[in-house]
Each structure stands twice: as C-alpha cells, then as structure tokens.
C-alpha cells in the first residue's frame, strides 16, 4: 500500500513567491525517498508540509490511508498525530542528558512503562552501535557519535516515516561517507520509509529508491536514480545528476531514416542511431554524453586534444577539447597524457542523449558512430 500521497500541493509565501508548485508524488511503504535539488528549489518546504510543520497553500496530503491535510476540505492534522519522526541538521541534543536519557526521554513522555523503554533504549544502541557511550553525555562524544545518537532518539518511537533534512551536512567527508552505509543499513533494519533531503547528487544516487529532483518548485522527475541518471527527461536532470557532469553541447542534425541522423559539432560528423523513432524538425539539437561514455585513444592524428588530466587513483578525468569545446572524459585506473597532447575519441554504449534545444525535454537515446 503506498504510504505517503502528495496531490496537487502547492505552498505560496506572500502574494506573489510560490516556493512549490503543484508537486504530485507517490511514496510508496518502505521506500527511501530523496528530495534533491539545488538550494532554495523547495525541499525543505516540501518535507515540512508532509510532516505537518507548514501548511501548504492548496492540495492534499494523505498518510496511510488516512487524508492528514485538504486544503478545501479544512482538513490538517497536527505533527504529533502523524507518526512520523525527523532529523535536522542541527540535531540538538540535550546536554544536561547522558546518551541513554536523551534516547528514554521521548519515551518517557509517551507513557511507555519502564520495562518497554530499558528493552527499546537498548535494543536501539544497539543497532546504532554505541552501547558503550550510553552513561555519557552528549559533550563527551564526537560528531558521528552524537549524529547517532539523535538517529537513535529519533527511531526510538518506532515512526512509520523518518524525515531526515540535510542530516549529514554538518559531518566530515569521511564520516558522511560511513553515516550514508549505516542509513542505508538502518532504512532495511527499520523497515519504514525514509524522506531524506539533500542537495548533494551523488547522496540521492547512492541511498535511495525513488529521487525527486526539483528546481524552482517545480518537479523535474521523480524515479529511481539509475533511471534519472541514464534517462533524464530533461536537460536540467542531466546536468544535476552525475560528477563529473554531463557533456552537453549543440550540434546540428539532419535526418536521415527514421532511427538515423546525422549530427554535427565541434568539427566532428557522426551518425546519431537512435533507440526509438526520430521526428527531428529543425536544425538543431543539444547532445548529452556522460563523461564515461567516451573512448580516449592515442593518435597523433587525432580529432582531439588533451587539456589536462587528473587522476585519482581509481579512475582518471580527462579534460580534453574538440574544437574549443572542453569536455569531460573519464577512463578507469591511472592514466597520463600530456598537456596538448593529440588523442582520438569515439562514443560508447547506446547511452547518448539527444534534447530538444527549445524545450530542453529529452527526444532520444541513442548511439553515436564517428
Ligand atoms: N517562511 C518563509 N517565508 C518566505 N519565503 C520562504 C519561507 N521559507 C522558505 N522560503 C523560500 O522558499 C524557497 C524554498 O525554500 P526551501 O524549501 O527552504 O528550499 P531548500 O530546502 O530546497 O533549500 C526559498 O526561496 C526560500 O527563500
Ligand atoms: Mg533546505
């Protein structure tokens, strides 16, 4: 059963500023949904309405099964009473509290008799993996420790939906990287569904079933993120999605046959075979190529030229120009080229994006043959 339902909802600020607009989404039972999009394009409005803490300017919000908000109907239950539960970026902890109190406090308040409480305090350090802090208090642990403590104190009435906002912005690279592994962990072990916000791509990629980017209020795609990575319906989600980012670049294109044009940019004529049938009107089109859909060879002879490279160990970047355009490659392991070196490339995989120049929305998905 879908647990969380967002139709039409809308949230004005003042006469004029409309900071989401008409968002349509369903959360289904025990996803880990990410609200992505750069900053000020309405996350945080939009988590806040779902639990409560806003009211939205129109729409209607229903919670398994049960309407929490009609804007025409006067409907709008409290927070409290939609059993739910959140983490913020500043997650603050009670500091005259030892870790265990800070986790028992809630549960105190709910009534819940000694015994349930010592069970599920310890049951939740735990799975938190900080058992050993339990007598101390929040000043004498690190940032990670604290972090895990208020996911504990946030879990520890067992909410049917977490909402976590930007919950790991305020961690070192290292300990966000470890936090992601043990929220990813935690959203199996929990068995609820997880609303997370981030601006950051490669957070939504990595922890969630569904993504919602958004920009400027406004839905850009909602599904998987292997999905919005590979299928993005336009050329916002492209460019958002994937780092180093996608190469976009204008080209002119002619068609052919049905499933062919042939395609024109930055000096290089290449055959543009596409998955589905082409209806190409005019002249022009934009062309997304990820950075590891691009073959890298020596040749002295070669369409393109080296512009520096950086490695990390893993996997290199090559920035490379074709004409006086810069692109993106990325190529696995340690390689080196030098500066203004003379390479060829070619496009792999039936990856190659091809967007309508006006309407920015993705036409085709395709192969490029030079
Ligand atoms: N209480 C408010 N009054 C007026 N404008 C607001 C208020 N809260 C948020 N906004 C505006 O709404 C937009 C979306 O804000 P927010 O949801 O916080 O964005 P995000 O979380 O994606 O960074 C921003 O332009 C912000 O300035
Ligand atoms: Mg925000």
Redesign the pocket.
């Known amino acids: 059963m879908p647990e969380i339902i967002l139709k039409n909802i809308r949230?004005q600020?003042?006469d004029q500023?409309v900071?989401?607009d008409n968002l349509n989404m369903v959360i289904e039972d025990r996803s880990f949904i990410t609200?992505l999009?750069?900053?000020?394009?309405?996350?945080?409005?939009?988590?806040?309405m779902i639990a409560g803490l806003?009211t939205p300017t129109a729409g209607q919000i229903m919670i398994d099964g049960k309407i929490v908000f009609d804007a025409a109907k006067g409907i709008n239950v409290s927070p409290d009473k939609r059993d739910v539960g959140f983490l913020f970026q500043n997650y603050a902890l009670w500091p005259h509290m030892t870790v265990y109190k800070n986790i028992a406090f809630g549960l105190e308040n709910l009534k819940w008799s000694k015994a349930q409480i010592e069970e599920r305090v310890k049951e939740l350090l735990k799975m938190l993996r900080i058992e050993e802090f339990a007598k101390r208090y929040p000043s004498e642990l690190s940032g990670g420790q604290q972090q895990r403590v208020a996911i504990a104190r946030t879990l520890a009435p067992n909410p049917k939906v977490l909402f976590m906002?930007?919950p790991l912005s305020n961690l070192d690279a290292k300990l966000r990287g470890e936090m992601r592994t043990e929220l990813k962990r935690l959203h199996v072990d929990t068995n609820s569904t997880f609303v997370y916000?981030t601006?950051d791509q490669l957070e939504a990629m990595t922890l969630s079933t569904n993504v919602c980017l958004?920009e400027n209020?406004k839905l850009q795609q909602f599904a998987p993120p292997l999905k919005i990575y590979t299928e993005p319906e336009n050329v916002f989600v492209a460019d958002f999605m994937g780092n180093p980012t996608i190469n976009l670049v204008e080209a002119k294109a002619v068609q052919k046959e049905k499933r062919l044009a042939e395609v024109d940019f930055c000096g290089i004529k290449a055959k543009y075979i596409s998955k589905e049938d082409l209806d190409l009107k005019d002249g022009k089109i934009i062309l997304g190529i990820r950075p590891e859909h691009i073959a890298v060879n020596e040749n002295q002879n070669g369409n393109a030229t080296i512009y520096t490279t950086l490695p990390t160990g893993m996997e290199t970047t090559l920035k490379l120009l074709i004409g006086d355009k810069m692109f993106s490659a990325i190529v696995f392991g340690s390689v080196d080229y030098e500066t203004d070196q003379k390479v060829d490339i070619n496009f792999l995989e039936e990856k190659i994006l091809m967007f309508d120049p006006e309407s920015k929305k993705r036409i085709a998905i395709g192969k490029l043959e030079i």
């Open positions: 949230k600020f003042g500023f900071a989401v609200l999009g750069p900053s000020g394009c309405g996350k945080t409005t939009t988590l806040r806003e906002d930007e916000v601006h958004m209020g």
